[in-house]
C-alpha cells in the first residue's frame, strides 16, 4: 500500500514557510503602506531645488604696457597674474610701479619669452619687489650683462625656475580654470635667438591668447607643423611687427579677431612692417599698436571682448609725455573714463561689388569708416574722402584703423 507523502515533504514553491494562509490581508496592508511611504518621500525630494555646482566666473584681463620698442604683457585670470617679459632698461621702474600702484605684491607666473635686453631688462626690478611663485624661462644662455644680472636676481628671488619644453601644459587661476599650453619653442637650437622665444597660448573659456615674444618664421613653421592648437582670439604679434615674424600662413592657422603690437614710435628698424600690416589686414582682424593707441586693455568676461586704448590712434604719439615713475597720471584711461572703447568681433564684411566711403588721414596714414570716432578728430587739412577700395588704399600705403576696423 503506496504511503502518501507528508505536506511538509512537498518540494518546496518559493512560498515562505510558516506563514499562515489564512491571513493575506496583513501582507497586503504591509505593502501597501510601504509603497505609500515611498511615495511620499519621492514626493518631497521632487519638491526641494536642485542644486548644481556653480562654475567660477570668468575674468580674463590682457593689458599691454607702452614700453616702446620692447615687449611687456601683464595677464589676469581671476585675480592670478601672468607677466610676459618686461621692456627694456628704462621703463623698468614704469613697469614696477604699475604693478605696486595696484596692488599686485604677486606674481604666478613670470616668463621671459628670450634673453634680449628689450624684454628681460624690466623683469629685474619686478624680480627685486614682487613675489613669484614660477618663472618659466628658455632652456639656453646669453653672454650679456643684462642676462647675468637677471639670472642674479632670479637666485634672490628664490621663486621656482622652469624651462618647459613644447606641449607642456600649465594651469592658472585660483581654480586652475585657465590652461598655458607651451608651443614654443621645438629646441633651442636654431641660429637666431628670436626663435627660441618661449611662445604661450594662454586660454580661459571660448577666449585664447597668443604670446610669441620674438619668434621668427622658422619657428612659426616649426608650431604650424607641430600639431598643435594656434587658432587664438588675440595674437600678440611676433618681433614687434617684423617682416621677419607673422607669417600669412601662420597667421591663418592663428585666426586672431585683435592683433596687438608692441612697438616704440618712430622706432629705429621700422616697426611695424607694411608687408605685415597689409598681412593682418587681408585676414580681417583688428589691430591696436602701442606706438599709436598707447596702452592698451583687452577685458573678457567670459561672452564679450572689449578692448581698450589709452588715446586714440589718432593722436599724435609725440604729443604724448613720456612714462615716468609714477604710472598714476596714466591711470584713468583703464578705469573707463578716457578709454577709446570697442566691442569685438567689430570687423564688418564689405560685398564684393559695393562701394564703400572711408574717410584718409593723409598725414598718418589711415582710413576710417565715416562713423568712426577717430575721423571726427581728423584736422580738416588731413582729411580727404575716397571711395578706393579697401585693398587699394593698402596698397597705396595706407593702413585700417584699429577703432572701427574699416
Given at each position: 500500500?503506496?504511503?502518501?507523502?507528508?505536506?511538509?515533504?512537498?518540494?518546496s514553491?518559493?512560498?515562505?514557510?510558516?506563514?499562515?494562509p489564512?491571513?493575506?490581508?496583513l501582507?497586503?496592508?504591509?505593502?501597501?503602506?510601504?509603497?505609500?511611504?515611498?511615495?511620499i518621500?519621492l514626493f518631497?525630494?521632487?519638491?526641494?531645488?536642485?542644486?548644481?555646482?556653480?562654475?567660477?566666473?570668468?575674468e580674463v584681463?590682457?593689458?599691454?604696457?607702452?614700453v616702446?620698442?620692447g615687449?611687456?604683457v601683464?595677464?589676469?585670470?581671476?585675480?592670478?597674474?601672468?607677466?610676459?617679459?618686461?621692456?627694456?632698461?628704462e621703463?623698468?621702474?614704469?613697469?614696477v610701479?604699475?604693478?605696486?600702484?595696484?596692488?599686485?605684491?604677486s606674481?604666478?607666473y613670470?616668463v621671459?619669452?628670450?634673453?634680449?635686453?628689450d624684454?628681460?631688462?624690466?623683469?629685474?626690478?619686478?624680480?627685486?619687489?614682487?613675489?613669484?611663485?614660477?618663472?618659466?624661462?628658455p632652456?639656453?644662455?646669453?653672454?650679456?650683462?643684462?642676462?647675468?644680472?637677471?639670472?642674479?636676481?632670479l637666485q634672490?628671488n628664490?621663486?621656482?625656475?622652469?624651462?618647459?619644453?613644447?606641449?607642456?601644459?600649465?594651469?592658472?587661476?585660483?581654480?586652475?580654470e585657465?590652461?598655458?599650453?607651451?608651443?614654443?619653442p621645438?629646441?633651442?637650437?636654431?641660429e637666431?635667438?628670436n626663435?627660441?622665444?618661449?611662445?604661450?597660448?594662454v586660454?580661459?573659456?571660448?577666449?585664447?591668447?597668443l604670446?610669441?615674444?620674438?619668434a621668427?618664421?622658422?619657428?612659426?613653421?616649426?608650431m604650424?607643423?607641430?600639431?598643435?592648437?594656434?587658432?587664438?582670439?588675440?595674437?600678440?604679434?611676433?618681433?614687434h611687427?617684423?617682416a621677419s615674424?607673422?607669417?600669412?600662413?601662420?597667421?591663418?592657422a592663428?585666426?586672431?579677431?585683435?592683433?596687438?603690437i608692441?612697438v616704440?614710435?618712430?622706432?629705429?628698424?621700422?616697426?611695424?612692417?607694411?608687408?605685415?600690416?597689409?598681412?593682418?589686414?587681408?585676414?580681417g582682424?583688428?589691430?591696436y599698436?602701442?606706438?599709436?593707441?598707447g596702452?592698451?586693455l583687452?577685458?573678457?568676461?567670459?561672452?564679450?571682448?572689449?578692448?581698450?586704448?589709452?588715446?586714440?590712434?589718432?593722436?599724435?604719439?609725440?604729443?604724448?609725455?613720456?612714462r615716468?615713475?609714477?604710472?598714476?597720471g596714466?591711470?584713468?584711461?583703464?578705469?573707463?573714463?578716457?578709454?577709446v572703447?570697442?566691442?569685438l568681433p567689430?570687423a564688418?564684411?564689405?560685398?564684393?561689388?559695393?562701394e564703400?566711403?572711408?574717410?584718409?588721414?593723409?598725414?598718418?596714414h589711415?582710413?576710417?569708416?565715416?562713423?568712426?570716432?577717430?575721423?571726427?578728430?581728423i584736422?580738416?587739412?588731413?582729411?580727404?574722402?575716397?571711395?578706393?577700395?579697401?585693398?587699394?588704399?593698402?596698397?597705396?600705403?595706407?593702413?585700417?584703423?584699429g577703432?572701427?576696423?574699416?
Amino acid at each position: 500500500m503506496m504511503q502518501k507523502k507528508r505536506r511538509n515533504d512537498r518540494p518546496s514553491s518559493g512560498r515562505t514557510q510558516g506563514r499562515d494562509p489564512g491571513r493575506p490581508g496583513l501582507w497586503l496592508g504591509a505593502v501597501l503602506l510601504v509603497c505609500a511611504a515611498i511615495g511620499i518621500l519621492l514626493f518631497a525630494a521632487a519638491g526641494q531645488p536642485q542644486t548644481t555646482p556653480e562654475e567660477p566666473e570668468t575674468e580674463v584681463t590682457l593689458r599691454m604696457l607702452d614700453v616702446g620698442q620692447g615687449l611687456c604683457v601683464l595677464i589676469d585670470i581671476n585675480g592670478e597674474y601672468l607677466l610676459y617679459d618686461g621692456g627694456g632698461g628704462e621703463t623698468s621702474s614704469y613697469v614696477v610701479s604699475y604693478l605696486q600702484s595696484r596692488g599686485i605684491t604677486s606674481l604666478r607666473y613670470l616668463v621671459a619669452s628670450h634673453y634680449d635686453s628689450d624684454h628681460i631688462s624690466g623683469l629685474i626690478g619686478v624680480l627685486n619687489t614682487t613675489t613669484v611663485q614660477t618663472i618659466l624661462t628658455p632652456d639656453y644662455e646669453a653672454d650679456t650683462h643684462i642676462y647675468r644680472s637677471f639670472c642674479a636676481m632670479l637666485q634672490k628671488n628664490g621663486a621656482e625656475e622652469l624651462h618647459p619644453s613644447r606641449g607642456t601644459e600649465l594651469s592658472i587661476g585660483p581654480e586652475g580654470e585657465g590652461t598655458i599650453l607651451v608651443l614654443g619653442p621645438k629646441d633651442t637650437e636654431y641660429e637666431n635667438e628670436n626663435s627660441r622665444s618661449l611662445v604661450l597660448r594662454v586660454s580661459c573659456g571660448e577666449l585664447s591668447i597668443l604670446l610669441t615674444g620674438d619668434a621668427q618664421t622658422d619657428a612659426e613653421n616649426d608650431m604650424l607643423s607641430s600639431g598643435l592648437p594656434l587658432s587664438s582670439e588675440i595674437l600678440v604679434a611676433g618681433h614687434h611687427g617684423s617682416a621677419s615674424s607673422t607669417s600669412p600662413e601662420f597667421l591663418r592657422a592663428v585666426d586672431p579677431s585683435v592683433v596687438l603690437i608692441s612697438v616704440g614710435t618712430d622706432n629705429e628698424y621700422g616697426h611695424p612692417a607694411d608687408s605685415v600690416l597689409r598681412t593682418i589686414a587681408a585676414q580681417g582682424a583688428a589691430v591696436y599698436r602701442t606706438d599709436l593707441s598707447g596702452g592698451i586693455l583687452c577685458r573678457y568676461d567670459g561672452t564679450t571682448l572689449r578692448i581698450e586704448s589709452e588715446r586714440s590712434d589718432t593722436d599724435s604719439p609725440t604729443e604724448q609725455s613720456v612714462r615716468s615713475n609714477d604710472p598714476a597720471g596714466s591711470s584713468d584711461w583703464e578705469t573707463g573714463e578716457d578709454a577709446v572703447s570697442q566691442e569685438l568681433p567689430a570687423a564688418s564684411v564689405i560685398e564684393e561689388g559695393s562701394e564703400e566711403t572711408y574717410i584718409l588721414n593723409t598725414s598718418s596714414h589711415k582710413f576710417h569708416r565715416p562713423d568712426c570716432a577717430g575721423a571726427s578728430e581728423i584736422a580738416e587739412s588731413n582729411k580727404q574722402t575716397t571711395t578706393a577700395s579697401r585693398e587699394e588704399l593698402i596698397a597705396m600705403g595706407y593702413s585700417p584703423c584699429g577703432l572701427c576696423d574699416p
